[in-house]
């Protein structure tokens, strides 16, 4: 699906704020070594991890979404915004939404909120959806957040999910501007293939389940990824959308300055940037540092890369993910002169 910019008006979503978080606690693989049959050597040859953050007992996801978005919005010079877009698959509670709270203890009451579930690609789909509200002229300025506690819902003893997702945050300000702006969101390509729902799922918690009157199988409350099938798809998906998004936006894959791809392990970032012919050297990473964060993966590399320098004014950035559902989406943009 290719979802236009904006309307005949010309309003556009603007990048003017960026932020990201992370918990204070840290799991190094040489923690997971000492409870779980793996080791060191291959959690960083299969995912490129060496550590990630935890949240502590009692965190909860609209905290890590909370100090993100106060983040973002220091980084924009704002204090208000017309609306909140949370993208997670982890929310607080299944009733209600997250975004509300969330807002409401950034002294944002009042503003619209809700919440956008696409797994890992939630970010670009809260993206699409933020983007929206602008060029109908909903909204004047949006606060998106991603934020994922995906430490919550995978089981502590099954190596092959402990040693990959973690837990953290990243936001993005959205005002209100033209398309010929840095900062200003193109064309946003998103799919998804439902076919395959079962490649990435929790099996147990949802009406289905609930309703069938059969309590669950052990194990069934936590989160489930078929590897091998999730690679290739990945691999595939994050590929062709990237190249239909970066012919959208008018460029050519050698105008990309760099790629921030959803941060799903080493091997799938890899492939992707080789197939799209992106040289090492402009292609964003973080995960070594911080694992796989659901949907907050684009927006905390987004901050962290811009803290660091490694991410400027006048880059061309072409950003892509693909997630459960089966989900994906891409979209490029040539990066604003923001401080993270």
């Avoid at 080791?39 to 009692?58: L, Y």
């Avoid at 909370?66 to 997670?88: C, H, W």
């Avoid at 918690?205 to 489930?224: A, D, L, N, T």
């Avoid at 300055?257 to 992106?278: C, E, K, P, Y």
């Amino acid at each position: 699906m290719n979802s236009p910019s904006g309307p005949s008006t010309g309003r556009v979503a603007v990048v003017c704020g960026v932020g990201g978080y992370v918990p204070p606690g840290i799991v190094t693989n040489e923690d997971l070594t000492a409870r779980l049959d793996t080791s060191d050597e291959w959690i960083r040859t299969r995912t490129g991890i060496a550590a990630r953050h935890v949240i502590d007992p009692g965190t909860a996801t609209s905290d890590l979404a909370v100090e993100a978005g106060r983040r973002a919005l220091k980084s924009a010079g704002e204090s208000q915004a017309d609306a909140v877009v949370l993208a997670t698959t982890t929310p607080d509670q299944p009733c209600p939404a997250t975004a509300p709270h969330v807002a409401a203890q950034l002294g944002l009451t009042g503003a619209a909120a809700f919440d956008v579930s696409a797994v890992c690609s939630g970010f670009l789909y809260g993206l699409a959806a933020a983007s929206g509200l602008i060029a109908s002229g909903t909204a004047e300025r949006v606060l998106l957040i991603a934020a994922d506690a995906f430490t919550t819902i995978i089981d502590p003893d099954e190596r092959t999910t402990a040693v990959i997702f973690a837990d953290g945050a990243g936001a993005v300000v959205l005002r209100a501007g033209t398309a010929d702006e840095p900062g200003a969101v193109g064309r946003i390509v998103l799919g998804s293939d439902g076919e395959h729902h079962d490649l990435i799922e929790v099996p147990a918690g949802g009406s289905r389940q609930r309703s069938s009157g059969i309590p669950p199988e052990p194990g069934e409350e936590f989160f489930r990824m078929r590897g091998r099938d999730t690679y290739r798809m990945a691999v595939e998906r994050m590929t062709t959308v990237s190249q239909q998004a970066v012919e959208s936006a008018g460029w050519r894959m050698e105008d990309v300055d760099r790629l921030a791809a959803h941060q799903a392990n080493a091997r799938i970032l890899t492939a992707v940037g080789d197939r799209l012919g992106i040289p090492d050297e402009r292609r964003l990473s973080n995960i070594e540092r911080v694992g796989n964060t659901g949907a907050a993966s684009i927006p905390l590399l987004l901050a962290q890369a811009a803290e660091e320098g490694r991410l400027t004014a006048g880059h061309r950035v072409l950003l892509t993910a693909f997630g459960g559902g089966l989900a994906w989406g891409s979209t490029a943009l040539v990066w604003p002169d923001v401080a993270a």
